[in-house]
């Protein structure tokens, strides 16, 4: 199977591009440069120009094609409407008549933002209602895929984390480097979620590229808390001392963009298709700290035994 990854340089893009899927899967990336991801060569595209990702989609011939691509900063989202429905819809429509054209079957990637967060964890069959423009936005892409005409996939998922070169900090990763350096911290206590190890979201991607399916899938870890709460357990994982870290709640936080609160994802359906369950915070933490760039870049910490 020839699988097509854009956003080939954002956390999932590269998991997906650095992991060996074996013999029956040829990964191929494309982002907005032509850095290929380790081995994995990348195309350099502008996924806004329509005909530009026809030309390449005809060109690379894809079996199936996993859309990673999308501003993911919910606070610029609020700022710059007009930039994430661009990206955040408009590109997904280009991907779906591009990914159409060629006959390739189509997995999208979309947010638990798309749910209030009055009464998570959420199922499929919750009622959505978002608060934000990228949860407005995401929610609106799902349409896209999930017209009978398209038989393309969705998988709502959360609070990415995983210690990978060249990504921007995550919510793991960045308190982290703050309570290794003791840097001052303020984490917000009243929003709740699931935390997900983003290599197992890349490995339900593929697996289920690899099934055919189509539809709505819930992804996320398997241990629901707080920000808060995460990183205190961070910090107890790596024997770190959390005490100079504040707390203040989401009202305090001065974001652009609304939250959904009370969050999550229930995983049950993605679990009775793949046949197994996603990692446990503790769990990913330990598969984190045994990855060559997390041991070089950490190296001072003292592991959990
Ligand atoms: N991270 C999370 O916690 C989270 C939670 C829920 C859902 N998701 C969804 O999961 C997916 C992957 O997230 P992620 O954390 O891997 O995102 P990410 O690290 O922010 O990567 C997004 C990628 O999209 C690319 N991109 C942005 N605008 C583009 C454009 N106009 N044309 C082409 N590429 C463009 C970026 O390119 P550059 O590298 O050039 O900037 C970046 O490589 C996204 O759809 C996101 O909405 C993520």
């Not at 005909?51 to 011939?61: F, K, M, S, T, Y």
């Not at 994802?265 to 997390?294: C, H, K, N, Y």
């Amino acid at each position: 199977m020839r699988l097509l990854v854009t956003g080939a340089h954002g956390l999932l893009g590269r998991s997906l591009l650095q992991t060996d899927w074996g013999a029956d899967i040829d990964c191929i990336g494309c982002g907005r440069r032509a850095e290929p991801v380790g081995d994995v060569p990348c195309h350099a595209i502008d996924l806004t120009d329509v005909d530009a990702v026809v030309e390449l989609w005809r060109q690379l011939r894809p079996d199936r094609v996993i859309h990673t691509a999308a501003v993911t900063n919910v606070d610029q989202c609020e700022t710059e409407p007009e930039l994430a429905r661009r990206v955040n819809h408009e590109i997904v429509a280009h991907v779906v008549a591009a990914s159409l054209d060629v006959g390739a079957g189509i997995a999208h990637l979309s947010t638990d933002y798309v749910f209030d967060g009055q009464q998570g964890p959420y199922s499929e069959q919750d009622a959505t209602r978002p608060l934000s423009i990228y949860g407005q936005t995401k929610l609106e892409s799902e349409a896209l895929l999930l017209d009978p005409g398209v038989d393309g996939l969705v998988v709502r998922t959360l609070w990415l984390y995983g210690h990978l070169r060249s990504v921007r900090p995550n919510l793991v990763t960045w308190p982290l480097a703050a309570l290794v350096r003791g840097k001052p911290m303020r984490i917000v206590s009243d929003q709740w979620g699931n935390p997900t190890y983003v290599h197992d979201l890349a490995r339900a991607l593929v697996e289920l590229s690899r099934q055919g399916v189509s539809g709505l899938f819930h992804m996320g870890g398997t241990t629901f808390l707080s920000r808060e709460q995460l990183v205190r357990q961070v910090a107890e994982h790596f024997r770190l001392d959390a005490s100079h870290m504040e707390t203040m709640t989401t009202a305090n936080a001065g974001q652009a963009a609304p939250r959904p609160l009370r969050s999550g994802l229930r995983t049950d359906t993605i679990e009775a298709q793949l046949g197994w369950s996603p990692a446990s915070l503790v769990e990913g933490l330990e598969r984190m700290a045994v990855e060559t760039a997390f041991r070089q870049d950490f190296a001072d910490l003292s592991m959990p035994s």
